[in-house]
């Protein structure tokens, strides 16, 4: 017996110069949480949609919304990547981008499915470009799906106001035909259009309106949707900052047609550098040989035999030698178009092409008409919401709107679930403060949606009254689809409370994996002592026994 009590105090001995002895913890220290769980990509993102089922975000969900989460991404596009259109109008189409990347080599065919079936399809290989037109029917929430031949899907759509006709002021000087049947094209699609004459001496004369000088507020200039400007306007340096503002910082859209681009403080702002510009040489073209590149919204003049006039865009605003003619960028928050055509009322007077001359004018009103006019701007932040994760929105309104009597500054957001039957149990949530960026405001918030659908979010002013038309964030279901994998692991990893994301396809773990810390007992001590005590005993017994 004494020699296995020896043989095990020697083993005991051993362990503990090995293992060591844990520290005992602080009593007085607060226990961190968990260190965060490394995740790679690669074991959630596959080509193929089926391999990610719903029971692998389910755990990460159930994870991230407890303990950290440390995501190692690669960085590589989204394979199906959607182009958004800006705003959703009833009674107006929106044109929606769709680009495949990283499919099959061979050409795919995308179907669009709306409410009443499928609406259009496509075909497009890989990383190639295609667009659908979008044509919601009433306001409210609306969702197209989209569908490609291997199987990956993918969700668009948002709240679609409600529909109203364009609000159009006409600029021009003497009248002329371009002008004229210009406007008869923009009422007959049932625009209110209000023609504004050039008198000379800073007055003008217009449909309900008394001789006067031109407005050069950006407010009452931001009263109409679309400003189109024709030859014969005096560009004053008032004027044009005040288009300007309205243009960069309220979202409308202002039109250059019929020669009036000649003047140079427009021409700048297409041109590639700050360079002086100088418009081109007019010439003429043919009908027939004219090449547009246009967005889908925009329907092009129909090819046919009339010759009209044609004004080259500014040295410098192209890189190539080909002049679109029509030239179309977005500046700031609005939309500027530049139509290098001159006489586009020969298609409808002399090539009988009455349908297609409207269909035009009102396809070019609505592209530019269409920039970000919200204010304050509500948005969310990422794509490919899914529901059970958090969405981040934020509210950008201008600066000092505390300042204004007529506009209140935000407080909260009013979230509305997708369902008609859950409308009453709408929720608001309060805004963070504002913090400034710039002459602009920035507030803050997030919520969880339970159920798929579009959800309709409005900020609120301190009434709780609505401040601007609601926006519709479209969220996912979990068995959907995968869309955009890596963004939605990269949210949920920042998401999470001290996640960490790593991005690069080369880039190492961000955390090894380790066992979560807890109280270790220190056995090998424990077990020396007992085996010492054990040992004590028994030569104690030895000894009163007279045992050697």
Known sequence: MSWLLRGALLVALLVLVVVGVPEPRDPTSVPG???PRSVDVAAVVSDDPADVGASNWSSLLGHAAESPLGARVSGAPAPLRLIRPQRLRAERPAGLGVELRGQARTPQVVT???????????????AEVGAFLLQPRSEGAAVWELATETGRTASEGGWVEPARALRILVLSGPPTSEARLAIRALEEAGEEVDGWIHLGRDLWVGRGREPGPLPADPEELAGFDLIAVFPGVPMTTEFRDGLETAVTERGRGLLLAGGAGADPGFLSWFASSEEPVRPGEETSVEGETL??????????????EVTSGFRAGPEGAQESEFTPPLSLITRGRGRIGLLHLTESWRWRMEADAVEGHRRFWRGMAEWISGGVVADPLLESMGSDHRTGEPIRIQLISRGGAGDDDERSTPEQVR?????????????????????ERGSLEVQKAHFVPLVPGVYRVEALDGAGEPLELPTGILVRGPEDGALDVEGRLAR????????????GPDAAPPFPETAEPGHRWPWPLLLLLGLLALAGGEWTVRRLSGRP
């Open 33 to 35: 949480p968990p260190p």
């Open 112 to 126: 669009l499915t709306g409410p009443a079936g499928a609406v259009d399809s496509l075909t497009i290989g890989a």
């Open 291 to 304: 090449e547009w590149i246009l967005p889908p919204e925009i329907p092009p003049l129909p090819a046919v």
């Open 415 to 435: 979230v509305t679930p997708p369902d008609p039957a859950l409308e009453e149990e709408a929720y608001t949530i309060a805004l963070s403060p504002p913090t």
């Open 492 to 503: 949920l990893a920042l998401a999470s409370r001290g996640g960490v994301l790593t991005v």
